[in-house]
């Protein structure tokens, strides 16, 4: 349904100048009875969507039509210009690529953006060529993106901060409105809204103002609602209770359980062993969640002062030490030791006396008869 567009205007006169021409010559010609309109469809109109111009009681048989951007008819401000008699369309200077203008004078605008929001004007050239125009408001919004909720405190502390949650973007002509945990916001002076509700104010904020918080915001063409966002307040730790399944233990007799009671959901736990991080040793083992500790078997080292610490990311708190007494038999592992040390002492002196002994047999044997006699050798064998 294009009309066919050509350069019509290389063969006579510039067509749109003609038109401007008839229109100054014709500017204080009053309306004729049916009044020439011009209707925006759709009415609000959506950043990216085609819109429609339409021109409604256009005088009979018309000679042409030229539509311009603003209020007046302006040569520099043609977009496009359509001669009836050769169907022929002639861009103007403001023609952007995406405008069609029909024979029944008609203007579309396709994939249209902010910046063409504004007045568009269509001077109609009748057939005797007197002109009327029109001007018609196209107002293009934004189609509103998801819009994010920031909060100008990732961290705020329980009772202390004060935080302020914004949704998206600035935009103009957007109304806003906010959820907490899927309720519409309650009643209350800790909460304040801005007048365009886009910022909401959570005045010292506690650990049940956690959320999740929903914005949602709309123009005339578009709602759009955010993802749930939580604030995440960091309230004081409270102390944990630190026990034990045996404080006073004899060494390698069964397990010990250090056990870390901290009352609060969302808090870690470490140790500290006399004061230090405590260093896991071999026969300690910890729970997943770190809020037991096993010893097991319990040695002597293992003597004294346990601590645990709950903590979250702005707060931590250390329970009382608890004092592990680990005993060990003194004296039977000191008999025992006496014990085989006696016997090994025992053994080797057994040993030392059989070789002295068998020395001392060897030596008897061996020197006998004794060297002086030897010496005397034919004399021996002679006596042998
Ligand atoms: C066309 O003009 C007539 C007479 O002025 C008027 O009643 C009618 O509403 C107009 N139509 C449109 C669509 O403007
Ligand atoms: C203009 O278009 C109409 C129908 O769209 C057609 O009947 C007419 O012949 C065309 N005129 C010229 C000069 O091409
Ligand atoms: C003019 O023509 C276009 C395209 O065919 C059509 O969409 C529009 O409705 C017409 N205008 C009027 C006022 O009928
Ligand atoms: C519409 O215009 C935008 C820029 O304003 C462009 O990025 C997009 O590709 C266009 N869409 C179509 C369908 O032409
Ligand atoms: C956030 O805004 C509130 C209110 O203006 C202010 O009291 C608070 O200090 C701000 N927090 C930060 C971290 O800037
Ligand atoms: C906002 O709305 C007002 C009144 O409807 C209008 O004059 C203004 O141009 C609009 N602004 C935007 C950016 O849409
Ligand atoms: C949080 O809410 C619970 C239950 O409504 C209430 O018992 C508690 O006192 C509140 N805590 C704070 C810090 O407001
Ligand atoms: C603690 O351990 C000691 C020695 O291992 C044992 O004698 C005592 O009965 C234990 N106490 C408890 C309460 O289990
Ligand atoms: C337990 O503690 C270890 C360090 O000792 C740490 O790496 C781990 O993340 C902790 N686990 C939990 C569930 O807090
Ligand atoms: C934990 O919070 C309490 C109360 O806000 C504060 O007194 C204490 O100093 C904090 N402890 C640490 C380690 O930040």
Redesign the pocket.
């Known amino acids: 349904m294009e009309?066919?567009s050509g350069p019509a205007s290389r063969r006579h006169v510039p067509w749109s100048r003609l038109l401007l021409a008839v229109s100054l010559l014709t500017f204080r010609t009053p309306p004729t009875s049916a009044q020439l309109t011009v209707e925006t469809v759709p009415r609000l109109a959506a950043e990216g969507s085609d819109v429609l111009l339409l021109a409604h009681n256009v005088s009979k048989n018309p000679l042409g039509y030229g539509w311009y951007r603003g209020e007046r008819v302006d040569s520099p401000q043609l977009i496009a210009s359509y001669r009836v008699?050769?169907?022929a369309t002639t861009n103007g200077a403001v023609y952007s690529g995406r405008e069609t203008l029909y024979?029944n004078g008609t203007l579309l605008i396709r994939n249209v953006t902010q910046r063409d929001t504004g007045p568009y004007t269509l001077l109609v050239t009748k057939n005797d060529l007197q002109t009327e125009r029109q001007t018609g408001h196209l107002h293009v919004h934004p189609v509103l993106p998801t819009p994010v909720i920031t909060s100008n405190n990732s961290n705020p502390r329980e009772h202390e901060d004060t935080v302020v949650l914004t949704c998206g973007s600035e935009t103009q002509n957007t109304s806003y409105m906010w959820w907490i945990n899927s309720q519409s916001l309650p009643k209350g002076t800790r909460l304040e809204l801005s007048k365009d509700k886009r910022t909401l104010t959570v005045v010292t904020v506690t650990r049940n103002d956690t959320g999740p918080y929903v914005c949602e915001a709309r123009n005339p063409v578009s709602v759009s609602r955010s993802d749930p966002f939580t604030l995440d307040v960091l309230s004081p730790v409270a102390k944990p209770s630190l026990q034990a399944s045996n404080a006073t233990v004899t060494e390698h007799e069964g397990p010990v359980v250090l056990t870390c009671l901290a009352d609060e959901t969302g808090v870690s736990i470490r140790w500290f062993f006399k004061g230090q991080s405590l260093l896991l040793a071999e026969r300690m083992t910890l729970s997943s969640d770190n809020s037991t500790l096993t010893i097991d078997p319990v040695s002597r080292e293992n003597t004294g002062d346990y601590q645990c610490e709950a903590f979250n990311r702005g707060n931590s708190s250390r329970s009382d030490p608890l004092r592990l007494h680990v005993t060990w038999r003194e004296t039977s592992r000191a008999l025992s030791v006496g014990a085989i040390t006696g016997i090994v002492i025992g053994v080797l002196l057994v040993l030392i006396l059989l070789a002295v002994v068998g020395r001392l047999i060897f030596l008897h044997r061996g020197n006998w008869p004794p060297a002086s006699t030897s010496g005397r050798g034919p004399s021996g064998s002679s006596v042998s």
Request: hydrophobic fraction near 0%.
């Open positions: 009309p066919p008699d050769t169907n024979p």
